[in-house]
């Protein structure tokens, strides 16, 4: 099983990217898909989530600016991340879930100058 996120990047504060992630090797259909960001010396925290019931929850910093969509029957999901800031910055994981197990990304950098 693997979960491929890309799209980070370095982008100046106010600029936008877009992060995607790839299953593969899940047999199972998946009835949630998450985000979550890191940096060093802190716990990975929430950023958005969204379900195969259309929930959609963001974190309180992000919502507003950030979008997650996604295919959870293709397994793939996207973040919109736009205006960011330097708050934002870390690793970003993706992680997907079904009735067995969850999974996990390896995660994709995030750098925002300002």
């Known amino acids: 099983v693997q979960l491929q996120a890309s799209g980070g990047g370095l982008v100046q504060a106010g600029e936008s990217l877009r992060l995607s992630c790839v299953a593969s090797?899940?047999?199972?259909?998946?009835?949630?898909m998450g985000w979550f960001c890191q940096v060093p010396g802190k716990q990975r925290e929430f950023v958005a989530s969204?379900?195969?019931?259309?929930?959609?929850r963001y974190a309180d910093s992000v919502t507003g600016r950030f979008t997650i969509s996604g295919d959870t029957a293709k397994k793939t999901g996207n973040l919109e991340m736009n205006n960011l800031q330097s708050d934002d910055m870390g690793v970003y994981y993706c992680?997907?879930?079904?009735?067995?197990?969850?999974?996990w990304g390896q995660g994709t950098l995030v750098t925002v100058s300002s």
């Open positions: 969204m379900t195969t019931d259309d929930i959609i």
């Open positions: 992680a997907m879930r079904n009735s067995f197990t969850e999974y």
């Open positions: 090797g899940i047999s199972y259909s998946i009835d949630y």
